[in-house]
């Protein structure tokens, strides 16, 4: 639609605004500082007192150019001109009509442009009348939204205007920003400028909206803060008042200082903190509220951070080695090799130490010398028997009473984070389809992972790695193979009777005398009664249960001695019965008749080398073995391997060749642990069987071992110092070994050796040679011929070799 528009062109001065809008009608008074615009103003005043105001496009020009003013601006009247004393000038202006700069014909000293007037056109055309309701409708809500305003004030403004004018004072005095202010100022015709203005007042509405919204939610949190605060200090107040607050304050600030000190990274630290935090929330007995304290106990009793200072002086460890241990000697070398090392590289990763051995021959400690050498703290955890995963690393909070694994209750104990940690017999852990436990404890071990070990139950990674780990084990081959590969294995090998004397002597009465609050003149060990003590009360290759014996007598001792009723007391061998009772063994088990169907093996079983009779017997029957005691499928495959020996030598050893037909064989072994290697019994047993079928009898005073193949031959085992040690002990003057053996026996103390005939044998038919005895027993029917007794004509083999 054409709105007809007068349009005039005039050359006025120029006066640049920053950000104040003069509309048509408008009169607005400005302050005028700068020195071009005072003059321009000066200029206008001084003729019609026009003046051309154009808008700044950027404000904080102080010396703006044309270039840097809108074109669009407004005509205005100088009503009032007011000098300050500063030469600034406030001006009184009523704005005319809007002005277009068509050019500037003047930059200095102020500037003056070529401007095109435009009345305003005053007709009223239905479209503007929809428009001008609309904008009212608009221009209501506005104020009643933003609240700036009091609604009569503007109402009063907008009544009785043109449409023209009353955009204009919308313009003017509600639109915010300055782009929207100019862009209606420079709209002439009256519709696009109403237009304009619905269109702004409809964004600005909804951005009042958005604004609002966001209020309202800020508000919401706010007050929701600020309330748990005031629940928190109710709560507070409350529980002083019940007195579950102390001085401390409450539980969960307990923890929560507790959590801080303990110096966790960031991460652990927040999760510590997100638990202290559902504590706090939680009513004091609920379960979960007790699973939830228990932990965060742990996790405050942990030594994070917590580190002792080692002693690094290797003369101090070999002196205190030596002063807690008698000899020993090539273990305490060994170990102090390993500790040189360590100081030497400065770090505690490469092999774990393993010290393997029977029990009682000091491992642990050993273990606890290595710990009062370094300066470190001690633990001990034992893992035989652990079958389950969640005994090394503990259960997930989610199970009903779940701990912590072993690993993590042991540094707890320690209270520092480099203890000497010893794990007893990890030879005796199993696995089943709980998991492994070995893989969870390959983790502990491995200098790559255990810097972050990771325990269910605490689910944060836990620095295992300036712990020093040692292990035990009574033998290496059942140590899972791993484990065993990341371990530096150290044989002790059990005692011969000279060194547990010395051990009693010089450690174990000294220790026990302590211990029971004597002193060494109140009770006297003689070296018979120790002698004693160990042929009669103890059979093993350590020294634990002389201990005890020897803590037995001492404690039976104590009452009389610090009563006063004795001063001083001697154990001998006399009186060594009155303390501890009849013997519990005789000295040599050997020492009976030879007989049939009974020959005596030497063993290395978990509790050290020992001696194991085997028993046979013949009956008539269909030709089975039957094996009894506790006998493993080795054992069973090895007496097999005996049988078929005898059936091939059947006519050489004078055996009815269909024995294994007629007769079934038991074989029983009575007493004894179970054997570590199965097949080292195979000679014996074979012996054994032999006798049975044969009827002579064997050597009372020999004992055995070696692996026994199908064709006789005789192969070397293992634990020979432990087993030669055991035949010693009981009583055995004689004993076969395996040839292959032979170099072992240069372990064993020569004292033992000149007690003792070994015979080295490498067929079944030596073996034979030596153990049983040419007397047949009296009243066996012989089924062979009697040319038995001289078995080298039928086999060819040599006598055996003998050392005696
Ligand atoms: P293990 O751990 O090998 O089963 P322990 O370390 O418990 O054996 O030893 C049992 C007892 O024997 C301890 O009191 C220990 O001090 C003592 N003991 C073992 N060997 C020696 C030794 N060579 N010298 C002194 N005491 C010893």
Redesign the pocket.
Known sequence: MFEPVSKTKREIPVLPLRGAFVFPGMIVPLQVGREKSVLALDEAAGSERLIMLANQRDISKDQPLPEDLHDDGSVAVIRQITRESNGSVRAVVEGLSRGHIVGYVQREPYLRALVEESSEDPEQSPENEALVRSIMHQYEQFVRMSKKLPPEALASVVTNESPGRLADTIAAYLLPKHEDKQRVLGIVPVKARLEAVTEILAREMELMELEKRINVRVRKQMEKSQKEYYLREQIKAIQKELGDRDEKGTESEQFRNQVLALGLPKDLEEKALREVDRLEKMPPMVAEAVVVRNYLEWICSLPWNVETKDRLDIQTAERILDE?????TKVKERIIEYLSIRQLVKQMKGPILCFV?P????????AKSIARALDRKFVRISLGGVRDEAEIRGHRRTYVGALPGRILQGMRTAGSKNPVFLMDEVDKMSYDFRGDPASALLEVLDPEQNSTFSDHYLEMPFDLSRVMVIT?ANTAHTIPRPLLDRMEVIYISGYTEEEKVK?AQK??VP?QLKEHGLEAGHLEFSERAIRSIIGLYTRES???NL?REIASVCRKNARDIVRGERKHIKITPGNLGKYLGVPRFRTGVAEKESAVGVALGVAVTDVGGDVMPVEVTVMKGKGSLILTGKLGEVMRESAQAGISYIRSRADVLGIDEAFHEKEDIHIHIPEGGIPKDGPSAGITMATAVVSALTGRPVRHDVAMTGEITLRGRVLPVGGIKEKVLAAHRAGVKSIVVPADNRKDIEEVPAKVLRALRVSYVDHMDQVLDVALDDEMEAGKELSVPPSFANPEQGTGAGKPATNH
């Not at 807690?324 to 020993?328: F, P, Q, S």
């Not at 029990?359 to 050993?366: A, D, I, M, Q, R």
């Open positions: 807690d241990h008698y000899g020993l051995g029990p009682g021959v000091g491992k642990t400690s050993l035990t051990i450690f174990l220790k350590g020294v634990r201990e």
